[in-house]
């Protein structure tokens, strides 16, 4: 989905977690812009924990572009935590892209850098284990201090 002069393999990878309630929601956060608007700073992710969030609301879309989007709320306090793409536009399909569909929105997520399997540097994209190698990952108990140790 993304051209050749976009790379995102050197982008730390990030744990993101709920700012209202302390849930973790994705261990595989990337900070981010958005598309549509280069002023507005959110985090993505390719997918989020299972149990997480769930969908609110109509799809909208917005005056800016026409994707399709659906706001998604942490299930733990039911705070709206960002949205998914449901349907991508052509125009942001043919962008500089990540390939995430997830965003949460930076005033209601706080992030953690991940460290790689050493525990001493931070984990990168292009070191990041595939989502099928990555499936029994269970990181809802796992504390703040384990991620930045």
């Known amino acids: 989905m993304s051209g050749s002069s976009c790379t995102f393999e050197d982008r730390?990878?990030?744990?993101?977690?709920?700012r209202f309630c302390r849930q973790v929601l994705s261990s595989r956060g990337m900070e981010a812009v958005l598309l549509a608007d280069t002023d507005t700073d959110l985090y993505s992710t390719d997918i989020p924990?299972?149990?997480t969030v769930d969908f609110i609301g109509s799809c909208y879309s917005t005056e800016i572009c026409k994707c399709k989007l659906k706001n998604t709320a942490c299930l733990k306090c039911g705070n709206i935590v960002g949205y998914h793409v449901?349907?991508?536009?052509?125009?942001?399909?043919l962008s500089c892209n990540n390939g995430h569909l997830w965003?949460?929105?930076?005033?209601?997520?706080?992030?953690?850098?991940?460290?790689?399997?050493s525990g001493v540097?931070?984990?990168?994209?292009?070191?990041?284990?595939?989502?099928?190698e990555n499936t029994d990952e269970d990181t809802s108990c796992i504390s703040e201090e384990e991620y930045i140790r």
């Open 103 to 117: 965003m949460f929105h930076s005033q209601a997520v706080f992030a953690i850098n991940r460290l790689d399997p």
């Open 12 to 18: 730390c990878v990030a744990v993101l977690c709920c």
């Open 49 to 51: 924990l299972s149990g």
């Open 121 to 132: 540097n931070v984990l990168l994209w292009g070191d990041l284990p595939d989502l099928e």
């Open 86 to 93: 449901i349907s991508p536009c052509k125009p942001c399909l």
